[in-house]
């Protein structure tokens, strides 16, 4: 464990004097059990476990129970934010091992854990129902502002004096009536049966190629006939 530093001029988003980075977590530690481990340090306000050191925050989303990122199959780090700065120091002054499992908080590991992930893997319908109308509501939800936004920047020159131009301006295609789209898909489904059967079998295919080359072949050869002929008829007529 170490402070989380930076050099002069980058900037990272984690607080400085506030933030300890921990190498070497154990896929089994979990956030709770790591915020748990330094509270005695002092208050813990965030804990955020990432693959490989990173300099800022992943943007925060709503976590979910059944849709969540892969997790890192390995051991990985952890980024602990204290509310004092006080926090840092007395976790970088701890001595001796911190036990993640004790009988009090028991961790599971091993053939129990992938147990437990199996149990929670099998989702329950309600929950799953209510865990997917939260995301498409907040999805719906960031589409519409996105739209809005595009539409008040719509004519609206940039510093360079662009003007973005979308195809909102543009009218709609007129709908097909019910009698084309009939017409459309009676083509379409002659189309397909007409070539389903001429491909029905390979061998089909195959026998109707060489019998094109046979026939490319014969013609060939009654062009050449004709042109012999055509040069044997041709006499001299100086006058």
Request: proline share 8%.
């Amino acid at each position: 464990m170490r402070e989380h530093r930076v050099r002069e001029g980058t900037k990272s988003s984690w607080p400085q004097k506030r933030t300890l980075f921990v190498l070497n977590v154990p896929p089994y530690c979990t956030e709770e059990c790591l915020s748990r481990l330094l509270a005695p340090c002092g208050p813990v306000q965030s804990v955020e476990f990432h693959g490989k050191p990173e300099l800022t925050d992943s943007p925060k989303e709503p976590k979910s129970k059944f849709f969540h990122p892969k997790p890192v199959p390995g051991f990985q780090v952890a980024y602990v934010v204290f509310r004092k700065p006080g926090g840092v120091a007395a976790a970088m002054a701890l001595r001796g091992p911190l036990l993640v499992s004790t009988e009090s908080h028991p961790v599971q590991s091993g053939v129990h854990k992938w147990i437990r992930d199996y149990t929670d893997s099998v989702p329950d319908p309600e929950a799953l129902r209510v865990d997917v109308d939260t995301f498409m509501e907040t999805y719906d939800k960031k589409i519409a502002e996105e739209e809005a936004k595009a539409k008040e920047e719509e004519g609206v020159p940039d510093g360079e004096g662009w003007v973005k131009v979308t195809r909102r301006g543009r009218r709609p295609a007129l709908p097909r009536t019910e009698a084309a789209s009939l017409r459309v898909l009676e083509r379409e489904k002659r189309k397909r049966a007409r070539k389903e059967l001429l491909n029905f079998y390979a061998w089909q295919h195959r026998q109707t190629k060489m019998e094109h080359l046979a026939q490319l072949r014969k013609k060939f050869e009654e062009d050449k006939q004709r042109i012999e002929l055509m040069r044997a008829q041709r006499k001299f007529r100086p006058y």
